[in-house]
């Protein structure tokens, strides 16, 4: 766990309170002793409570002895469930097995509960951050060279774990994108476009569109002509003297990646502040001067570097030509984050391959007293890292002639299979073509395939590689974005069915639980906060994930096949519960970064 969150409206917190009274109650030698409440688990199919106690049996090893009355842990666990306060909350509790204290919530408490958010809106759940200013650092292209797919998994992951801090409302969030703008490839790529354009009028930034083609024919020369790649390492030098001619034809390079970078991000609705590498270039002197006066920085074969615990080889911060690197530009940036910007939580997310990278990072800035020592109580620096992309032959993912993909293309692809897969269904199925607009089509294929791509990816516990396939992903079986979308969809269609008023029901109806299925949704609704709760302090997406997959599954199997919506006499009850589990659903969705369609 990084963070520890406090969210009042969790079940399991409110369950603490009372027990915490309980077990102060009943061992008042032991006044410390934090309660251990978990919600149950069904097994095949059963559950005997909503939610446990566990402290009795830990607790006796404690006291034995001390306490006469308790001549075991059951006794104990009997002792603790006599000392509850009372509490509307709770329906009935019973000891068992060696001292388990099982506690039935009140159906009553979980409607009004529900309810309650409904008037209040789901805001009214978010736990709170105890640390004011966050920042994530995610994305983070480079220019020229392409936006791979581990670009793809750090946009998607990065922008959930925003999404995810964001509803803990903390002072301000800071969604940094770090783009690579500043490496030695642009000796090369001012070279080759000089040789193209020998008059920088004539370049039009839509001619050199395929950047990804042009850096690869100026490699290709860099690497076959010695002439080309002196002027190439002349141009870098010049370039970060400031040459007017230079920082023109390099700003011209800049500008065609940010267009197209600009494009996926508006397709994936991700938000992202531009702070590039450049952006430190004239704050990395100043910044390697205060770690020299503090003895940090060593000579080494012509280099300047810096060694931390540990780690056999140092890190180079500045390169015998006098140049700096990516590690003298994080150094900067993170140096600028903490005084600057007062950042008191970085986040780094990139592939597990700079995890040694940020690990150096963060062990030279505790050698030069700028963080505190690991022991803090909360984290001030942290690499988020993920494992690989994989094609479906268990390789890195590729395109067909061994390239990296574009994303662009992928993106493509993923809104075509979808378009394709909705056709077949609105014109075989459903016989439903006229309800479809074209632009709803539109729409829908790419909430679909784009959101297929993102669920695919967060679903995965983050630090294990995972198969990209389009096929899986957009599968309307299983748990992929596709079914849960249907899930909505349905909620949607009930909701337009009943041609009810919602806003007005949710003022004048009153939501009842008496059918096990209605009780079983409800609870799982309210349990939310608790699962959001274990998914952000661990900055684990796909623990939301999982959470929505079954409220998908409670909901279709469970109460939507068992219990009669429209048309029944519990019509209004249920349909308030049809609204609460949209506005979980849909709020999970929103997390996620995922638009969810409303028919399908
Ligand atoms: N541009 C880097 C890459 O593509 C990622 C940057 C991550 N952020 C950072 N502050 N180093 O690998």
Same mark, same amino acid.
Request: no cysteine; aromatic share 6%; glycine share 6%.
């Given at each position: 766990m990084f963070i520890e969150l406090d969210c009042p409206a969790s079940v399991r917190k409110q369950l603490g309170k009372l027990f915490a009274e309980a077990l102060k109650q009943t061992v008042p030698t032991e006044p410390d002793i934090v309660p251990l409440i978990d919600a149950c688990i069904a097994k095949d199919g059963v559950k005997h409570a909503d939610y446990q106690c566990n402290n009795a049996m830990s607790l006796f090893a404690k006291i034995k002895g001390k306490q006469e009355e308790f001549k075991s842990p059951r006794s104990l666990g009997e002792g603790i469930m006599k000392n509850l306060p009372p509490s509307e909350m709770i329906e009935s509790c019973s000891v068992a097995g060696p001292g388990f204290v099982n506690i039935v919530?009140?159906?009553?408490?979980?409607?009004?509960?529900?309810?309650?958010?409904?008037? /209040?809106?789901?805001?009214?759940? %978010?736990?709170?951050?105890?640390? +004011?200013?966050?920042?994530? @650092?995610f994305s983070s292209p480079n220019i020229a060279k392409e936006m791979h797919v581990g670009h793809l998994r750090s946009t998607i992951i990065g922008d959930t774990l925003s999404r995810m801090l964001e509803f803990c409302q903390p002072e301000c969030l800071i969604r940094r994108n770090h783009i690579g703008d500043w490496g030695t490839q642009f000796g090369m790529l001012i070279q080759y476009l000089f040789e193209t354009y020998p008059n920088p009028d004539d370049v039009n930034e839509s001619d050199i569109g395929d950047l990804q083609a042009f850096y690869k024919a100026s490699k290709s020369k860099f690497?076959?002509? /010695?002439?080309?790649?002196?002027? %190439?390492?002349?141009?870098?030098? +010049?370039?970060?003297?400031? @040459?007017?001619?230079?920082?023109?034809a390099w700003e011209q390079i800049c500008n065609i990646s940010r267009t197209e970078f600009k494009k996926v991000y508006q397709r994936l609705g991700i938000r992202l502040e531009e702070m590039p590498e450049s952006f430190y270039n004239e704050l990395i002197p100043p910044t390697l001067e205060k770690l020299d006066q503090l003895g940090l920085i060593e000579d080494s074969d012509g280099a300047r570097v810096i060694f931390v615990d540990g780690v056999d080889i140092p890190l180079i911060v500045v390169k015998r030509d006098g140049g700096y690197n990516y590690f003298s530009t994080d150094l900067a940036a993170l140096w600028y984050r903490l005084n600057i910007e007062k950042v008191d939580w970085n986040i780094y997310v990139t592939d597990f391959g700079q995890s040694q990278h940020f690990d150096m990072l963060f062990k030279a800035f505790k050698r030069a007293g700028w963080l505190p020592e690991d022991k803090n109580e909360y984290p001030i620096c942290t690499h988020i890292g993920f494992g690989l992309v994989l094609g479906v032959d268990g390789k890195r993912l590729r395109s067909s002639c061994g390239d990296t993909i574009r994303l662009v293309d992928l993106l493509n692809e993923a809104k075509e299979q979808s378009k394709t897969a909705l056709l077949k269904r609105v014109l075989c199925h459903l016989g439903n073509a006229k309800e479809w607009s074209k632009e709803e089509i539109e729409k829908a294929s790419e909430a679909i395939g784009y959101g297929a791509v993102k669920y695919a990816d967060l679903k995965n516990n983050k630090t294990t590689n995972y198969t990209f396939s389009f096929e899986q992903m957009l599968n309307d079986k299983g748990n992929t974005a596709v079914y849960l979308m249907y899930a909505h969809a349905r909620i949607c269609s009930i909701i337009r069915k009943s041609g009810k008023d919602i806003e007005e029901l949710k003022k004048t109806g009153t939501m009842v639980l008496d059918h096990e299925n209605e009780r079983t949704l409800a609870l799982h609704l309210l349990q939310f906060t608790e699962v959001f709760v274990e998914a952000c302090s661990n900055l684990l997406p796909n623990v939301l994930c999982e959470y929505l997959y079954n409220l998908a599954e409670i909901f279709t199997k469970k109460f939507y096949s068992n219990c009669q919506v429209v048309g029944s006499p519990e019509e209004t009850s249920r349909l308030l519960l049809c609204e609460a589990t949209l506005v979980v659903m849909r709020h999970c969705f929103y997390l996620l970064g995922i638009e969810p369609v409303d028919k399908l």
């Open positions: 919530l009140s159906k009553k408490w979980i409607a009004q509960r529900l309810q309650k958010m409904l008037t /209040d809106g789901i805001d009214s759940w %978010a736990p709170r951050l105890p640390i +004011k200013r966050v920042l994530v @650092d690497d076959k002509d /010695d002439d080309f790649k002196l002027n %190439a390492q002349q141009s870098v030098v +010049k370039l970060q003297g400031g @040459d007017p001619k230079y920082r023109k």
